[in-house]
């Protein structure tokens, strides 16, 4: 058999496996089974050439039973519909891991960033809020940066919001610019938290950080703070790499030379010779392997060549179920997405609760407050895991989705 690569349906199985496990009917799994809102819009922009083009856009809501939906918007030329479906699933899950008021969603578009003008990005941008702007908004659904987006295209969508609502509207989106209401720590808390789960992740298996071999897949946002914070704490990153190539080095990578040559996409090895492949790079020899770019890359194909001792997802989606079975099989420590990297959301949260109230925390106030929730997080996850003796993350989906089961059975909509 084929092994499944849709991340919707294989996301689908693990929902029911863990809805089944804390005894929900079928009738939960049919409301969770999807998004409760699914909008596929077109956007046309005027490109600089004067040419209109059409762009296709996403945003799915899964369940808003717990509170408004929440997630990111991705800007890439992969996006596809059931990629955001299972994303806004994922979404849901890891505001019930670490306990946020929220459901999940989750936006794209399909386009590629890279080949576009700012004058193009913002008219695209300010064209998605016009289009979504009647069910998106502070309490209903709440974007944020992913894949390919950033502060500046938080701010620009923000402020498209703010001039259909008439009113500035901070807290629509998250992740913006400070000097917009943007949290303290927002740009770097993804890889925070990541940091923080590597760490209880290590301990679990007798792993000194001091001098560890990392390998990082990914040097955006989540993979270039995560290689920094690493190096900083005396890792030893040995691996790097972006969508054109990755970089090894046995005695550890110059980590500050290639943040300073990163370009803002997260690209720096094509300024290399000396590369490897990405295929390479998941195989390489080493302590801890993070995945920090994009969707299924360690499949039934290569999950037997991992080295690692320890797998933590920075990336949403980049394991495979079969590659799952085989790493969890092998005693590989497997820390899924959803509980990996809640970082990000977490902060984002507090972005939205300071927004709300008009009143702003120190850095250290934020990192304080996400360092408890992503510690309890990992806890809770790795104890449900051990003492039902499954993987972390079916654990993790039976925690995440408990939460907006119950909001739902409350409200009476299974
Ligand atoms: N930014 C955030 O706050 C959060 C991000 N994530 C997830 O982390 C992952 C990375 O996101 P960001 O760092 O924000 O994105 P980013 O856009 O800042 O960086 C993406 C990185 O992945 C690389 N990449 C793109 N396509 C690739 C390919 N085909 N093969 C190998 N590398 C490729 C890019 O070159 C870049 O280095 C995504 O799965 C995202 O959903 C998860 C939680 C929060
Ligand atoms: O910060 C947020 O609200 C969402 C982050 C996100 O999209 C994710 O965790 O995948």
């Known amino acids: 058999m084929t092994e499944n690569l849709n991340l919707f349906t294989s996301t689908q199985v693990v929902i029911k496996d863990a809805l089944d496990k804390l005894g929900y009917d079928e009738g939960m799994y049919d409301l969770l089974k999807e998004p409760i809102r699914m909008v596929e819009?077109?956007?046309?922009?005027?490109?600089?050439?004067?040419?209109?083009?059409?762009?296709?856009?996403?945003?799915?809501?899964?369940?808003?039973?717990?509170?408004?939906?929440?997630?990111?918007?991705?800007?890439?030329?992969?996006?596809?519909?059931?990629?955001?479906?299972?994303?806004?699933?994922?979404?849901?899950?890891?505001?019930?891991?670490?306990?946020?008021?929220?459901?999940?969603?989750?936006?794209?578009?399909?386009?590629?960033?890279?080949?576009?003008?700012?004058?193009?990005l913002e008219r695209l941008s300010r064209g998605y809020v016009r289009a979504l702007s009647q069910v998106m908004g502070p309490t209903k659904d709440i974007p944020a940066p992913d894949v390919f987006t950033n502060a500046q295209i938080m701010a620009w969508m923000m402020d498209e919001y703010s001039r259909i609502d008439e009113f500035n509207s901070p807290g629509f989106i998250t992740g913006k610019p400070i000097v917009l209401g943007g949290s303290q720590g927002r740009d770097r808390a993804t890889a925070e938290g990541v940091t923080i789960i590597i760490n209880e992740a290590a301990k679990k298996r007798g792993i000194d950080m001091k001098g560890a071999r990392v390998v990082i897949q990914g040097f955006g946002n989540a993979g270039s703070f995560l290689s920094k914070f690493l190096h900083d704490a005396g890792a030893k990153v040995i691996g790097i790499s972006d969508a054109y190539g990755a970089l090894h080095d046995p005695d550890g990578l110059d980590i500050d030379y290639l943040l300073d040559r990163r370009d803002s996409f997260g690209t720096v090895t094509t300024l290399f010779d000396n590369t490897i492949t990405n295929a390479e790079l998941l195989e390489l020899d080493c302590d801890i392997l993070v995945p920090a770019a994009i969707e299924n890359q360690i499949t039934e194909k290569n999950a037997n060549n991992i080295k690692a001792t320890i797998v933590v997802e920075a990336a949403n989606g980049p394991t495979t179920s079969e590659a799952t079975k085989i790493l969890t099989d092998r005693g590989i420590l497997l820390?899924?997405?959803?509980?990996?990297?809640?970082?990000?959301?977490?902060?984002?949260?507090?972005?939205?609760?300071?927004?709300?109230?008009?009143?702003?925390?120190?850095?250290?106030?934020?990192?304080?407050?996400?360092?408890?929730?992503?510690?309890?997080?990992?806890?809770n996850v790795y104890n449900v895991a051990s003492t039902r003796n499954i993987d972390m993350r079916l654990a993790a989906y039976m925690i995440g989705i408990r939460k907006t089961a119950e909001a739902s059975r409350f409200r009476g909509w299974a």
């Open 335 to 379: 820390v899924p997405d959803v509980l990996a990297s809640a970082g990000g959301v977490t902060v984002s949260y507090f972005e939205w609760v300071q927004n709300n109230m008009g009143y702003y925390w120190t850095e250290e106030e934020v990192r304080e407050k996400m360092t408890t929730k992503m510690v309890d997080a990992f806890e």
């Open 41 to 120: 819009v077109r956007i046309p922009v005027r490109m600089d050439d004067g040419k209109v083009k059409v762009f296709t856009g996403f945003r799915g809501q899964h369940n808003d039973a717990v509170g408004p939906t929440k997630g990111g918007v991705r800007f890439h030329p992969g996006v596809t519909a059931d990629e955001v479906r299972a994303l806004s699933m994922w979404m849901t899950l890891k505001a019930g891991i670490v306990d946020l008021p929220y459901g999940g969603g989750k936006g794209g578009i399909i386009c590629d960033p890279r080949e576009m003008s700012m004058g193009e």
